[in-house]
């Protein structure tokens, strides 16, 4: 089992930026993979960003340039750094690892950004 906690969230102008943490239990955190997902209202939750245990990073086309996720192995951590954020990046933001097969999610925390 893996539980992933997320935090960060807020109101935030269009422009700004906000850092977003995902904190996960057990021992084996720097052997996962995790992702940050985000859902808006009346959408499908999509894919933002991704990070190996190695540390390669993968990000969707909407975000490229804008956001940056990375990892603290010594602290169970994944952040997601957001910068230059606009309207349509207001949605609730997940952590997820897919670990030994596993599906295993954060319950969200809600980023709103007003224009």
């Known amino acids: 089992q893996v539980q992933l906690v997320e935090s960060g969230g807020g109101l935030v102008q269009a422009g700004g930026s906000l850092r977003l943490s995902c904190a996960a239990s057990g021992t084996m955190f720097r052997f996962m993979h995790m992702d940050w997902y985000r859902q808006a209202p009346g959408n499908q939750r999509e894919l933002v960003a991704a990070i190996t245990s190695g540390g390669s990073t993968n990000y969707a086309d909407s975000v490229k340039g804008r956001f940056t996720i990375s990892r603290d192995n010594g602290k169970n951590t994944v952040s997601l750094l957001m910068s230059s954020l606009k309207s349509e990046d207001t949605a609730v933001y997940y952590c997820?690892?897919?670990?030994?097969?596993?599906?295993?999610w954060g319950k969200g925390t809600l980023v709103t950004v007003s224009s």
């Open positions: 997820h690892t897919p670990w030994l097969g596993g599906n295993y």
